[in-house]
């Protein structure tokens, strides 16, 4: 791993990196998360009885919107072409809650990581948003990546679901 700091200049200033001189390749992710609720505010929300609407079916809209959208939202994310995005919420009793996951691609020359990241937050930030007259105290937790594939950086996978995940870059050692 090269110990250089990638977006911090030679004075110290936050920088976005040049990536004119990497190859364009299909780079893929996928991002988790979950938002926790009372059983009557998931019945409500599988019910379509939320007073502002279709709560899924909007947030999985926000969750495309967002992935589109990350390079005005993050600072130094360089906007990206995006050839595929899906978010899909699955309602899941046994949190009580919704599942949230988001799949982003693209052919270019750097990763589309963030981008599936902030489609997950913004899919259950949109949850929260539609069910807080039933439920403030939802809790939104687990947002991670799943799984990256693409670049020089090589792929990786989470091997559990903790943050004591490895990953296995293209030489296949553990960084």
Known sequence: MNDELTHVGESGEARMVDVSGKPETLRRARATGAIRMHPETLSAIVKAEVKKGDVL???????????????????????????????????DETLPGVLAEASVSTTGPTGVEMEALTAVSVALLTVYDMAK??????????????????????????????SSATYRGSSGKKA
């Open 57 to 91: 079916g909007v947030a999985r809209i926000a969750g495309v919107m967002a992935a589109k959208r990350t390079s005005d939202l993050i600072p130094l994310c360089h906007p990206l072409a995006l050839t595929h995005v899906e978010v899909s919420l699955s309602p």
């Open 133 to 162: 007259a039933l439920d403030r105290a939802m809790e939104i937790s687990d947002i991670s990546l799943a799984e990256k594939s693409g670049g020089v950086g090589g792929d990786y996978a989470r091997v559990d679901g903790t």
